[in-house]
């Protein structure tokens, strides 16, 4: 009989095995597990335990949850993923050096390939450049003289700096474009005349402001005035004389600017009143003249300009001849050739901000040999206005107009 009994459990529990068994590859196939299932095998494994005699207590499972994980699984999670990352670390640290190396490779491969795609671009640009008189551009120079064509620089005055670029170049800086460009911005800036600020102090300054109407010429002398007198490391002494007295408000917008600035300002309509203005206001270390607008093909003004330019003898006058930037380069020559009679001494360029071409500015100063002195680069009063360098103007022309 026990050995009946002995087998009937045996059976029994093969039987019970074998359906556990089953009921586990069906959840195995399953994401998760519903709770009636969990319910069930909880009641197996006590049957088992109750036929096999064994009196161990299991108690009953919560439903099975797949984004809950024990402590203990959580360790050895946490532990392996430690370890991978540590292994991962190490293997980067033994690669780095070399990739490291190989990229600096690829990238100047990339710069190369870039330089050459660059050049055969070129080599089909305007069917293979200008020719005059012998002078050909190679492809490889094909991008600063599209630039510089742009500008608006003359094209005589391009045609002879590229012919002095090409004769003087090293041969082996033409491989790159960056060089050529750097070196042809060293060419440019070469060729620009700029006058640096007299502020001494030891002679006095008198300066008149010249030029067609509409250019800017009262609003430059305000930031002259305040840039004297309030905006150095000195606070210089500034007088301002106006000879406008056509223009309706040019008066008034002075009386405005002198006022807030404290500055002294006197109105002349003749020579005579000219005189005796200079005279009152020989204390200050700068006086800044303004005058009427006139068109380069007004006679008459300009004879009356020049009258008060060599109003007295003994009196040096600085004149300016103030332009647009906007202008093009053969208005400007035209504009200077009959301001010249007045005896031009140096150049002021406004309205830089509202143009993109910045050749016409240095064609003139490359044609006349004349040096510029300041730049307007706005209407804000003072701030916009810089002393003239060589570097910003050609900065501008290859690279456009750029703000602090």
Same mark, same amino acid.
């Given at each position: 009989m026990p050995l009946v009994k002995s087998n009937n459990i045996a059976e029994r529990l093969e039987l019970i095995a074998q359906k556990e068994l089953e009921r586990k590859r069906a959840a195995q196939s399953l994401q998760s597990l519903p709770e009636e299932v969990s319910l069930q095998l909880s009641d197996a494994?006590?049957?088992?335990?109750?036929?096999?005699?064994?009196?161990?207590?299991?108690?009953?499972?919560?439903?099975?949850?797949?984004?809950?994980?024990?402590?203990?699984?959580?360790?050895?999670?946490?532990?392996?993923?430690?370890?991978?990352?540590?292994?991962? %670390?190490? =293997? +980067?640290?033994?690669?780095?050096?070399?990739?490291?190396? *190989?990229?600096?490779?690829?990238? &100047?491969? $990339?710069?190369?390939?870039?330089?050459?795609?660059?050049?055969?671009?070129?080599?089909?640009?305007?069917?293979?450049?200008?020719?005059?008189?012998?002078?050909?551009?190679?492809?490889?120079?094909?991008?600063?003289?599209r630039i510089a064509k742009a500008s608006g620089m003359a094209k005589e005055h391009l045609e002879k700096i590229m012919q002095l670029t090409l004769e003087l170049m090293p041969i082996k800086m033409r491989e790159n474009s960056i060089l050529i460009k750097r070196y042809f911005r060293e060419v440019l800036r070469k060729m620009v005349y700029a006058r640096a600020e007299n502020l001494s102090g030891n002679v006095k300054n008198i300066m008149m402001l010249v030029g067609p109407t509409g250019v800017g010429k009262t609003? %430059?002398? =305000? +930031?002259?005035?305040?840039?004297?007198?309030?905006?150095? *490391?000195?606070?210089?002494?500034? &007088?301002? $004389?106006?000879?406008?007295?056509?223009?309706?408000?040019?008066?008034?917008?002075?009386?405005?600017?002198?006022?807030?600035?404290?500055?002294?300002?006197?109105?002349?309509?003749?020579?005579?009143?000219?005189?005796?203005?200079?005279?009152?206001?020989?204390?200050?270390?700068?006086?800044?003249?303004d005058t009427v607008g006139s068109s380069q093909h007004d006679r008459a003004k300009l004879e009356s300009l020049k009258n008060f330019v060599n109003a007295d003898p003994n009196t040096k006058i600085d004149v300016s001849l103030v332009m647009s930037a906007t202008t093009k380069y053969?208005?400007?020559?035209?504009?200077?050739?009959?301001?010249?009679?007045?005896?031009?001494?140096?150049?002021?360029?406004?309205?830089?901000?509202?143009?993109?071409?910045?050749?016409?500015?240095?064609?003139?100063?490359?044609?006349?040999?004349?040096?510029?002195?300041?730049?307007s680069i706005g209407q804000e009063v003072p701030n916009d206005l810089m002393v003239a360098t060589s570097d910003f103007l050609i900065d501008c022309l290859l690279d456009g107009l750029k703000r602090a």
């Open positions: 494994v006590r049957q088992i335990s109750q036929i096999a005699g064994v009196n161990t207590k299991i108690p009953p499972k919560s439903p099975y949850n797949p984004k809950e994980k024990s402590s203990r699984d959580e360790k050895i999670e946490k532990s392996q993923a430690s370890s991978n990352a540590l292994e991962n %670390t190490k =293997a +980067k640290k033994q690669e780095n050096p070399q990739d490291s190396v *190989n990229l600096q490779i690829i990238r &100047g491969e $990339i710069d190369k390939l870039n330089d050459k795609i660059k050049l055969i671009q070129n080599m089909f640009w305007e069917e293979r450049g200008p020719k005059k008189e012998g002078l050909i551009i190679p492809h490889e120079f094909a991008e600063i003289y609003t %430059t002398l =305000a +930031k002259l005035a305040a840039r004297y007198s309030r905006m150095l *490391n000195k606070n210089y002494k500034v &007088g301002i $004389i106006t000879l406008d007295t056509y223009r309706i408000g040019a008066v008034d917008q002075l009386m405005f600017y002198a006022k807030k600035m404290k500055l002294s300002i006197d109105t002349v309509v003749d020579t005579e009143e000219f005189i005796n203005a200079l005279d009152s206001l020989k204390y200050c270390d700068y006086i800044l003249i053969e208005d400007l020559k035209d504009i200077y050739h009959t301001f010249s009679t007045l005896g031009i001494d140096t150049l002021i360029f406004t309205k830089l901000d509202e143009t993109h071409s910045y050749g016409n500015i240095f064609s003139l100063i490359y044609e006349t040999k004349k040096a510029t002195s300041y730049f």
